[in-house]
C-alpha cells in the first residue's frame, strides 16, 4: 500500500537515538563504580575486541557527545544507567553519590539542550557483585534489590525524567548464559529450569518498577524494551504457520503477554509444564505482576526470520539468537525473500511495519521503538570521512515503514535508532559499528576516541528537519 506521506508525524515525535552504559561509558571503575556481568564477559575476550574499559569513553566526554546530539537536533536520547555505577555492590546500604552525580549531569546537560531524556534501569549489567553474593535472579532477593535501585532512580531523577524502561530485552538477555551467570552449568533441564525460574523473577522485578513508577512519578510513562524477533511461515504448510506462530508466542509474546495482563498466557504455562519448567510462585506474586501494567510497548527491532517446523527429536538449542531450535515447536531457515549483513541478520524493513501492526492489534498501547539499526564494519577513508550510504539505505527503509504505519492510525511515540556513536558492540567490539557519529579506535588501540560525524549523521539531521517528510 502506498501512502502519500506528507505531514504523517506528530510535532512532538521524539526523534532519538540510543546506547547502554557498559556499551559506551568506558570509566568501568572510576568514581567508585562496581564490576557488572557485562564487563566480565567482556574481559573475558580483551585479547580480541575492544572491552568495556574505555568503550567509547562517554564517561569523560558526555558534554562533547551531547553536544553533537544538539547539533544533529535529536529530540530524545534513551540510555541506561549503570546499575553498579549506583549501587557498585548492587544493594549498598547508601548509593554512590559520584554515581548519582553523574547521571544527573548527563539528564541536566541533556535538558539543557532540548532533548528528553529516555532511561533504561538495567541493559544487561546486573552487578557482578550480586551474582558473586547469591547467583543474581536466581535469587528472589534479586527482586527487592531491584526495586530499591528502580525507586532510587525514580525518587532522585524522576522530576527530570519523563519515559523510563525497566529491562532491556529481558526475552533476549534469559538466553545469554554469561549475562545470568548460568554458563559454568552444563545444559539440559536444571539449568532451563533456573532460566525460567530467573525470568519469572526479572518479570516480578519488572513489575514493581512499573508499580513503583506510577507510584512516584505519576506524570511519567513507563514501559518495556524488548527485543522484538517476529519470524514468517517458511511456507504455506499448515505445520510451518503455526511453526511461525510458536516463535511469536514462546520467544516474544510470552514476555509482553504477561507484562501486559499481569499473568503468564495460558499458552506459556502449557509449554513450561510441559517441559517441566515451570516456576515456583510465591502468594502475592499474582498481585505484584497484576500492579505491573506498562503506558506503552517498547521494541527493539533488527531481523525477521522464518520459521519451519521441527519434530520432536531434533536436538535443542534453547540460547542461539539466530537460529533457535525448540524441538516440536519450529526451528529457522533463511528467509530467501530477504539480504543479510555480514552477520546473517536478514535485512527486513517490511517486518518492521508489520511488527508495529503485531503488537499494535495485540495490546492497544502507543509503541516506541527502543532500537532499530545497522552495525557493520565502517571505514575512515583518507579523507577523514565515513560514507555509510548502506546505513542510510537501512535507516531510510526502516523509517519509510514507519511512516506507513503511522500513516495507517498506529501511536507511536519516538523512534531511536542504534546507536548514537559507535559502541562496543554486544558481540563484536568495534569490528560491529553501530552508530551516527564514528570513534575513531579500534579493538585494542584507543587512541584518541576522535569523533567523526558519519555521512548518516547528516541524513538523520535532515529527516528529524523535515520531522520524517523527508527521508
Ligand atoms: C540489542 C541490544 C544492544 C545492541 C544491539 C546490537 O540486542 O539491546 O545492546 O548491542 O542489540 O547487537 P550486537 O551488539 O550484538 O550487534
Known amino acids: 500500500m502506498d501512502i502519500n506521506n506528507n505531514k504523517i508525524f506528530p510535532m512532538d515525535f521524539l526523534w532519538g537515538a540510543a546506547t547502554s552504559a557498559f556499551q559506551v561509558e568506558g570509566g568501568y571503575s572510576d568514581g567508585g563504580k562496581g564490576l557488572s556481568v557485562a564487563d566480565v564477559a567482556s574481559f573475558k575476550h580483551s585479547d580480541q575486541y575492544a572491552d568495556t574499559k574505555i568503550a567509547s569513553d562517554f564517561y569523560h566526554k558526555y558534554k562533547q557527545d551531547i553536544q553533537l546530539m544538539a547539533e544533529l537536533g535529536l529530540k530524545s536520547y534513551r540510555f541506561s ?95 545469554k548464559d554469561k549475562l545470568l551467570g548460568l554458563q559454568h552449568l552444563e545444559s539440559g533441564d536444571m539449568k532451563e529450569r533456573l532460566r525460567h525460574q530467573m525470568n519469572y523473577h526479572m518479570f516480578l522485578a519488572s513489575a514493581k518498577a512499573v508499580d513503583a513508577c506510577h507510584e512516584l512519578c505519576p506524570t511519567a510513562k513507563i514501559g518495556p524494551a524488548f527485543a522484538y524477533l517476529p519470524a514468517y511461515p517458511a511456507t ?31 499458552y506459556y504455562k502449557h509449554y513450561l509444564e ?62 530467501e525473500y530477504l539480504d543479510a549483513t555480514e552477520y546473517n541478520w536478514q535485512i527486513d524493513p517490511t517486518g518492521f511495519r508489520k511488527s508495529f501492526r503485531d503488537l499494535y492489534d495485540r495490546y492497544h498501547l502507543p509503541l516506541m521503538v527502543t532500537e532499530n539499526g545497522l552495525g557493520t564494519a565502517d571505514v575512515l577513508n583518507s579523507e577523514g570521512k565515513v560514507v555509510d550510504m548502506y546505513r542510510i ?20 511515540i519516538a523512534y531511536h535508532m542504534w546507536a548514537f556513536i559507535d559502541i562496543v558492540s554486544s558481540s563484536n567490539g568495534f569490528k560491529k559499528r553501530y552508530g551516527l557519529v564514528y570513534v575513531d579506535r579500534n579493538e585494542l588501540e584507543e587512541k584518541e576516541l576522535r569523533r567523526v560525524r558519519k555521512e548518516s549523521y547528516y541524513w538523520y539531521k535532515h529527516v528529524i528537519s523535515t520531522n520524517g517528510d523527508d527521508l
Open 236 to 266: 504455506s504448510r499448515p505445520e510451518d504457520v503455526l511453526a511461525a506462530q510458536d516463535s511469536d508466542r514462546l520467544l516474544n509474546h510470552y514476555l509482553t503477554d504477561t507484562y501486559v495482563f499481569g499473568e503468564y498466557p495460558a
Open 81 to 175: 544507567i549503570a546499575w553498579a555505577r549506583i549501587f557498585p555492590n548492587g544493594n549498598d546500604e547508601q548509593p554512590n553519590t559520584e554515581g548519582i552525580k553523574f547521571y544527573d549531569d548527563v539528564i541536566n546537560s541533556l535538558l539543557e539542550n532540548g532533548i528528553e531524556p529516555i532511561v533504561t534501569m538495567y541493559h544487561f549489567d546486573m552487578p557482578q557483585a550480586l551474582i558473586d553474593q547469591y547467583n543474581g535472579w536466581q535469587s528472589r532477593k534479586s527482586i527487592d534489590d531491584f526495586d530499591r535501585y528502580a525507586r532510587t532512580l525514580l525518587q532522585h531523577y524522576g522530576d527530570r525524567v519523563k519515559y523510563w524502561l525497566p529491562i532491556n530485552e529481558q526475552n533476549l538477555m534469559i538466553r
Open 393 to 412: 539505505k537501512y535507516l531510510k527503509d526502516h523509517i519509510g515503514q514507519m511512516r506507513t504505519a503511522v500513516a495507517e492510525g498506529i501511536p507511536v
Open 274 to 335: 510441559k517441559q517441566g519448567w515451570l516456576p515456583q510462585i510465591q502468594d502475592g506474586d499474582e498481585e505484584i505482576l497484576k500492579a505491573g501494567s506498562p503506558d506503552f510497548i517498547g521494541f527493539n527491532y533488527y531481523v525477521s526470520f522464518a520459521a519451519q517446523y521441527c519434530s520432536p527429536e531434533t536436538k535443542a538449542d534453547y540460547t542461539s539468537i539466530l537460529n533457535p531450535v525448540l524441538p516440536g515447536y519450529f526451528e529457522y531457515v533463511p528467509n
